[in-house]
């Protein structure tokens, strides 16, 4: 009998309570197994199954983390590219524009966009401030957002960085 065949077998008859219990044990012996990439894996995959296609704080904040580029200097910048709370200011404004996308969809898009275009943005508009150029951002990550078209449907930010 293999892991998947004895909790389907019991599952039915066992109280939440117990299986609590049985992810805990399970949970365990994977922390102790497992390679902090392969547990992050296994966390997607897992939230990916129960959670509503939105990122959360905890995945967003992974997400954002392995974000980077080099600008026309070579310099390397790390994301996050704007403070939570400043993101969470930037939410508030433009929310109902990208309904039902939660404040940790937007943080994802927005430091994406952010590193990905960059440059070019400094190329197009290289006089401008950084004030101009976060509304520039702002912008197109409310634009990817609402790109209903994408095979992702109302998931596009969870589904595009997990699938």
Known sequence: MNLVELITKYQSDATPEQMVKVTKIIGKFVAMHAEENDLLKLYKEIYGVVGNGHFNDFFAEAQIKKMVFEDDKDVEHRAPYYTAA??????????????????????????????????????????????????????????????????????????????
């Open 86 to 163: 400043k993101t969470q200011e930037i939410y508030e404004t433009v929310k109902d524009e990208i309904r039902p996308y939660n404040q940790w969809d937007f943080a994802v898009v927005l430091n994406m966009i952010y590193s990905d275009n960059y440059n070019l943005m400094k190329k197009w508009f290289p006089e401008d401030s950084e004030e101009q150029m976060m509304d520039k951002m702002v912008d197109l990550a409310v634009n990817w957002l609402r790109d209903d078209d994408n095979p992702y449907g109302h998931c596009k930010a969870w589904g595009y960085f997990n699938h």
